[in-house]
C-alpha cells in the first residue's frame, strides 16, 4: 500500500468520532448565545449546551475506541464500497432541481425533472427508459395528486 | 377488571367496524403490504410516505390506517425477504437465513403460509397483552411526575441506542444528535428561536415528514443506487402450495409460541429494536433445537419463531407508545409524531379522554389482520409480479412520491429542501456505520425530555437528587445505570479480545 487517500485510510471510527465531536462544539457554540440560566431555573441554553458537551464527549470516547481496535498491524477487515458518483449526483440534483424549478416553473416541469435526473443515476437505465418512467410518473403526478388530490401546487407558473 | 376490559373491546370493534374507519383501516393495510414488498422500501419509508395525508383526516381513521400500514408493510416483508433473499426491513434479514433456501427447495409457499399462521397467532396474542396490561400501567403512570417521566425516557433513549445493532456508543451518539434536532425551533418556554440560523422555516420546528423521509428514504437510495441487483424470482405461488401439511404445523408450532413469548417480552421493554428481537427468537430457536445443524437449511422453525415474534412485539410496542407517550422505536416515534400533530398528547389520559382512538385501534389490529390473512391468500400472485420490480424504476418512482409528499404538508419547498439535507447527513451516517434510526427516537422526544427535565428541577428548586429520591423514578435511573453498566463491561471485553486477536496473529501489511 504506497499511495492511499490520507481520508479513506483513516479508519471510520475517527471520522465518525471527529464528526460526532465537531457537531458538539457546534451546538455548544451556537448554546451559548441563548441565555444557560440555573439547573432551578434553565434558559434556552442550558439544554442544547449539555447535549452538544454529551455528543463532543461520545466523540472522543468513540475515536479512541476505534484507536483500541485498530491495533498496528491488523488490517481493517471492513470492506469498502466503491464510491458511487453517478447515482449520487443525480439523486442530489433531482431533487435540487425540484426545488428550484418547483419555485420557478411549476409541478410539472419539477416533476419531470425529478424524475429523469434520478431515474439516470442507475446504470441500467438509458435516456429512453428515463422518459419513459417520467411521462408515467407525470401521468399519476397530475391525475393522483393534482386533480384528486387537489395539491396546493400549481402545474405551471411563470417566474 | 375482566370484565371491563371485554366491554372497552366490545365498544372498540364497535368503532372500527364503523364503515368509515373500516374503509381506511383496508386502505392502510393493504398500500402498507404493497409498499412492505416493494424491495427496497420498509415499514418506515411506508408509513412517512403517507403520514401527509393523515393530516387532514379525523384522529380515529388516521391512526388505523397509520397501524394498519405498519403491520401490513411488516407482512410484505416477509414475502421479499422467504422470495428473494431480499430483506426491505431490517428485522426480516433473519427470516432470509432460512426462507429464501426453503424457496429454493421448492417450499416458498408452505414458508409463506407458516408466516402467516405465525403472524396472526403471535399478533393475537399481542393484543391480548395490550388489551389487560394497558389499564394496569394507566393506573401506575398517573403517579408519574415530570421526574418519572424524563427517567423513563431517558431509559428509553438509552434502551434505543444501545440495544440496536451495531456500536452501543454510536447510537448513543445519534441519540444525542436526534435531541439536538429536536431542540431546532422556538423554545416553548422563553420564546428564543434556537438553531435556526436566520431561516425563518425552521422556527415551526424540523419537519417530521421531512427527517424521516430523509433519512430512511433518500438515504437509503443513495447507499443503494446501483448497489441492490433484484434478481427477479420466477417463483409461481398459488394459494394451494401455501397450506402447510399438518405435521409442519406442528413442528411450527412451539417455536411459534417461543417467537411470540420473546416478541412480547421485548416489546414492553422500551427502546429495543425490531430487529434485535427477531435475531434472538432465532438464536434461541437455534440453540434449543435438538438438530441446530438444519439451521440455515431451511429449517421451519426459523421462519415461524423470528416472525412470531416480530408481529407480537410490534403489537405489545403500542402499549408504552399509547399508554406512557414513550415509543419503544422509530417507527412508533412515527405514529406518536402523527399523533401529536392530530393535537393528541399520548399519556395515561390517552385512554380515558380518547378511548375511542384507543379501543378502536386496538379492535382494529384485529380486524387488519384478519383483513390481511384475507387478502393475501389471492393476492400472493400479484405480490410475486411486485417484487420483479427493477430498482432502477422503483427509486425514481419513490422519489417523486417523497418530494410530492413532504411538499403537501405544508404546501412548501422548503421542507423538500430539509429531505435532501437529512437525506446527505442520513447517508454519511449510514456510510460511518452509525445506526440512524435512534435519530428519529430523539428527535420525537427531545422537547418532552427537556420539558419534563426543565419541570422536575423547577419543582425540585434544582436538586438532582430528585431523580433518586423519587422511588419510581430511582429505579428507571437505576436500570439505566445498568443498561451503561452492562455496556460497558461488554464493550471493553469485545475490545480487548480483538486487540489479543491482533496481536496473536502475524502482522499483514
Not at chain 1, 57 to 74: C, D, K, N, R, T
Not at chain 2, 180 to 204: C, K, Q
Not at chain 2, 402 to 410: K, R
Not at chain 2, 446 to 473: H, K, T, W
Amino acid at each position: 500500500m504506497s499511495v492511499r487517500n490520507p481520508l479513506t485510510s483513516l479508519p471510520k471510527d475517527y471520522l465518525g468520532g471527529a464528526l460526532m465531536v465537531l457537531i458538539g462544539v457546534g451546538a455548544i457554540v451556537e448554546g451559548t448565545r441563548y441565555s444557560f440560566g440555573s439547573l432551578h431555573r434553565m434558559g434556552p441554553g442550558f439544554f442544547p449546551v449539555a447535549l452538544g458537551t454529551l455528543l463532543a464527549l461520545v466523540g472522543v470516547v468513540i475515536g479512541v475506541i476505534g484507536w483500541l481496535e485498530h491495533a498496528p498491524g491488523a488490517a481493517s477487515e471492513r470492506k469498502t464500497l466503491p464510491p458511487e458518483w453517478r447515482g449520487w449526483a443525480c439523486i442530489v440534483g433531482s431533487l435540487i432541481a425540484f426545488v428550484v424549478l418547483g419555485h420557478y416553473g411549476g409541478l410539472v416541469p419539477a416533476t419531470a425533472a425529478l424524475v429523469f435526473i434520478s431515474a439516470l443515476g442507475d446504470r441500467q437505465n438509458s435516456v429512453k427508459s428515463s422518459l419513459l418512467l417520467t411521462a408515467v410518473m407525470l401521468v399519476i403526478c397530475v391525475v393522483v395528486f393534482w386533480w384528486a388530490l387537489q395539491m396546493n401546487f400549481p402545474l405551471f407558473r411563470w417566474g | 377488571m375482566f370484565q371491563e376490559s371485554l366491554a372497552n373491546l366490545w365498544f372498540g370493534f364497535g368503532i372500527a367496524l364503523q364503515p368509515h374507519n373500516l374503509w381506511w383501516s383496508f386502505v392502510g393495510v393493504l398500500i402498507g403490504n404493497l409498499i412492505g414488498v416493494l424491495p427496497g422500501l420498509g415499514a418506515l419509508t411506508a408509513i412517512s410516505m403517507l403520514l401527509p395525508i393523515t393530516y387532514t383526516m379525523h384522529p380515529v381513521p388516521a391512526i388505523l390506517m397509520l397501524a394498519g400500514i405498519f403491520y401490513g408493510s411488516q407482512y410484505g416483508g416477509a414475502i421479499g425477504a422467504i422470495l428473494l433473499n431480499l430483506p426491505s426491513h431490517p428485522p426480516h434479514a433473519v427470516t432470509c437465513l432460512d426462507g429464501y433456501p426453503m424457496t429454493k427447495a421448492g417450499k416458498g409457499g408452505t414458508a409463506l403460509g407458516i408466516t402467516m399462521i405465525a403472524s396472526f397467532f403471535a399478533a393475537s396474542f399481542g393484543i391480548t397483552v395490550m388489551l389487560f396490561a394497558s389499564p394496569l400501567l394507566v393506573a401506575v403512570a398517573f403517579k408519574f411526575g415530570p421526574a418519572e417521566l424524563f427517567s423513563i425516557m431517558l431509559l428509553g433513549l438509552l434502551a434505543g441506542a444501545t440495544m440496536s445493532r451495531g456500536s452501543p456508543l454510536k447510537g448513543v451518539a445519534m441519540t444525542l444528535f436526534g435531541l439536538l434536532v429536536g431542540a431546532v425551533g422556538t423554545d416553548v418556554n422563553s420564546g428564543v428561536m434556537r438553531f435556526t440560523f436566520g431561516l425563518i422555516e425552521l422556527s415551526d420546528r424540523v419537519e417530521l415528514v421531512a427527517l424521516a423521509l430523509g433519512l430512511f428514504g433518500v438515504a437509503d437510495f443513495l447507499m443503494s443506487v446501483n448497489r441492490l441487483r433484484t434478481v427477479g424470482s420466477t417463483a409461481k405461488l398459488s394459494y394451494r402450495d401455501m397450506r402447510p401439511s399438518k405435521a409442519e404445523l406442528k413442528q411450527a408450532f412451539w417455536p411459534m409460541v417461543r417467537g411470540t413469548l420473546v416478541g412480547t417480552l421485548f416489546g414492553a421493554m422500551p427502546g429495543t429494536g425490531p430487529t434485535i428481537t427477531t435475531f434472538i427468537a432465532y438464536a434461541f430457536e437455534r440453540r434449543i433445537s435438538r438438530t441446530p445443524e438444519r439451521f440455515g437449511h431451511g429449517a421451519l422453525e426459523g421462519v415461524a419463531a423470528p416472525e412470531a415474534a416480530s408481529h407480537s412485539k410490534t403489537q405489545v410496542d403500542f402499549i408504552p407508545t399509547m399508554s406512557l407517550g414513550i415509543p419503544g422505536d422509530a417507527v412508533m416515534a412515527l405514529i406518536l409524531g402523527a399523533l401529536l400533530i392530530q393535537g393528541i398528547q399520548p399519556g395515561p389520559q390517552l385512554i380515558t379522554e380518547h378511548a375511542d382512538i384507543f379501543w378502536g385501534l386496538i379492535a382494529s389490529f384485529w380486524i387488519g389482520n384478519v383483513l390481511l390473512m384475507i387478502m393475501n391468500v389471492p393476492m400472493i400472485g400479484i405480490w410475486v409480479k411486485m417484487l420483479q420490480v427493477p430498482y432502477r424504476f422503483l427509486y425514481p418512482s419513490a422519489m417523486f412520491f417523497i418530494a410530492v409528499g413532504v411538499y403537501s404538508t405544508n404546501s412548501s419547498l422548503f421542507d423538500v429542501a430539509e429531505v435532501l439535507a437529512f437525506g446527505l447527513i442520513g447517508a454519511v451516517f449510514i456510510a460511518l456505520d452509525f445506526p440512524i434510526a435512534p435519530i428519529l427516537l430523539g428527535y420525537v422526544l427531545g422537547p418532552m425530555v427537556e420539558e419534563n427535565f426543565r419541570r422536575a428541577l423547577l419543582i425540585a428548586r434544582g436538586d438532582m437528587m430528585v431523580f433518586l429520591q423519587r422511588p419510581i423514578s430511582a429505579v428507571f435511573i437505576g436500570l439505566c445505570a445498568l443498561l451503561v453498566l452492562g455496556q460497558l463491561l461488554f464493550g471493553l471485553r469485545d475490545a480487548l479480545r480483538k486487540r489479543e486477536a491482533a496481536a496473536a496473529s502475524p502482522a499483514r501489511t
